[in-house]
Nanobody, 118 residues
């Protein structure tokens, strides 16, 4: 499975912003769907945002809980995906993971921890 390495997490106050990054070495990065997931303590992992390739266009989808606050983007030249998170809330506290978002191809690295607290 392709390995993704996440970074950029940290402690932020409510209303603050963070940008997460994930980098991979997969050669076909520009053609794959990439998903950002998160897992809060005691909860199941959930999809936060997804970027799907369709030719020269990328479509994005978001969980209702982050719509309007989070943005997924990708830099194919760097084989890196980003998650821009604004207006963070305490309920966004979780470990965030990115992965090739396709059944049979998802794999989970160590993730990056985000804590939203005053």
């Amino acid at each position: 499975q392709a390995q993704f390495v996440e970074s950029g997490g940290g402690l932020v106050q409510p209303g603050g912003s963070l940008t997460l990054s994930c980098t991979t070495s997969i050669s076909i990065f520009s053609t794959i769907a990439v998903g950002w997931y998160r897992q809060a303590p005691g909860q199941e992992r959930e999809l936060v945002a997804r970027s799907i390739s369709s030719g020269a266009t990328y479509y994005t989808t978001y969980a209702d809980s982050v719509k309007g606050r989070f943005t997924i983007s990708r830099d194919n030249s760097k084989k890196t995906a980003y998650l821009y998170m604004n207006n963070l809330k305490p309920e966004d506290t979780a470990v965030y993971y990115c992965t090739r978002d396709m059944p049979g191809y998802r794999s989970w690295g160590q993730g990056t921890s985000v804590t939203v607290s005053s």
